[in-house]
Structure formats: structure tokens, C-alpha cells
């Protein structure tokens, strides 16, 4: 049996981190389960990893994968730590392969049919990924998806007239636009009660 629970816990030292981990461990192996090894890790992460890093010589921090999202140390424009989430790479290039193979399966159907289609699967994609400072990888999805759908309608026909204008149409009529669609963090749980 595989159990696939995902977690990152955050730690103020490196101690405890250690401790939690250690702990953790042991705690697993009383009911005959292990850590992943390659998972499991321990890494410097947050508003002080980049200049503790930079003192030490070791360069930028490690990022890390969880839940679909490449996690980055980043900087806002004030200068002060933001977290960076990016579309896993591997995850893109996925979900692009699989546009690109069901497009062939749809190639001699309707344009109309196949705008349908690539909207709700487009749409779907964004719905997840469009999350603040995401928007670089979700505008590259975008992109990709308008050059795989130019592919498939130049592949229909020998004599194809398939224009940049034609192309730079359907986008506009059929995809959704590449934006973020879900609120930051400091807004999502600016929670009030009634009494305040």
C-alpha cells in the first residue's frame, strides 16, 4: 500500500525543523511507514534564505514543488520577501501534450468546435494555476496553445490560407484572456467578523 500525503511545514530554526523531522520519522516507523527520501527534505526557505545564503556563499535558495507550483524565495519591487509560485515545468509540458494530441483527434472538426473545447480546457487550467505572480507561466500556456492550435488548422489541408490575422481572430474569439484570477493571500484572508 502507497500513501501520497503531501506536506511542507515551516520552521523559525533549524532546529526544530531537524527535531520535527527526526520525530516524525520515528513516529511513521511505529505503524511501518517511511518518508520519501527524495521528498523529505530539509531546505532554507523565506525572508532571510536569500542574504543567509549570500553570506554563507551558497548562492539562491532552493525551491521546492508542491502541489503542482515551483515555490521561489522572490523579491516585490520594494524589496522586501514574496513568495513566488510558477507552473511546474513538468506539469506544463504535460498538459501541452495532451492539447496537442487531442487536437490532431479533433482536426477535421469545426473551428467552432474545437474554440469550445480549447476554451473550456484553457479555462480550466487558468482556474488553478492563475494565482498571483504566476502570470509569466500562464501567459508561455497561452501562448503555446494559440501555436498548437495554428499547427492543427495548417495541418487540414495542403492549400491551407491560415494567416497570423486568422490566428490572432480566433484567439480573441474563443480563448480566454492569461490573468490572474485569484486574489492575494493578504486579501483571501482579510477575513472580518460581524462584531469588527
Known amino acids: 500500500m502507497r500513501y501520497a500525503d503531501d506536506i511542507v511545514v515551516g520552521f523559525a530554526s533549524a532546529y526544530d525543523a531537524k527535531r520535527f523531522k527526526r520525530d516524525m520519522q520515528q513516529r511513521l516507523e511505529q505503524f511501518a511507514l ?3 527520501p527524495e521528498k523529505a527534505r530539509l531546505i532554507e526557505f523565506g525572508r532571510f534564505a536569500v542574504t543567509n545564503r549570500a553570506r ?3 548562492g539562491k535558495p532552493e525551491t521546492f514543488n508542491f502541489l503542482g507550483f515551483t515555490h521561489i524565495c522572490g523579491r516585490a519591487r520594494n524589496g522586501k520577501f514574496m513568495l513566488r509560485r510558477r507552473t511546474r515545468r513538468d506539469r506544463m509540458q ?3 501534450r495532451e492539447i496537442r494530441e487531442e487536437l490532431r483527434r ?3 472538426r469545426s473551428i ?3 474554440g469550445r473545447w480549447l476554451r473550456r480546457v484553457m479555462q480550466g487550467h487558468f482556474n488553478y494555476y492563475a494565482v498571483p505572480t504566476n502570470t509569466p507561466s500562464i501567459r508561455g500556456f497561452r501562448a503555446h496553445v494559440v501555436d498548437l492550435w495554428r499547427r492543427a488548422l495548417r495541418r487540414r489541408s495542403q492549400k491551407d490560407n491560415t ?3 486568422l490566428i490572432k481572430r480566433l484567439e480573441r474569439d474563443w480563448l480566454p484572456p492569461a490573468r490572474v484570477l485569484h486574489p492575494w493571500p493578504v486579501v483571501r484572508f482579510a477575513a472580518k467578523h460581524p462584531r469588527q
Open 34 to 36: 517511511k518518508l520519501h
Open 56 to 58: 554563507r556563499g551558497l
Open 94 to 96: 504535460a498538459k501541452l
Open 106 to 108: 479533433r482536426l477535421h
Open 112 to 114: 467552432s468546435e474545437q
Open 163 to 165: 494567416t497570423w490575422a
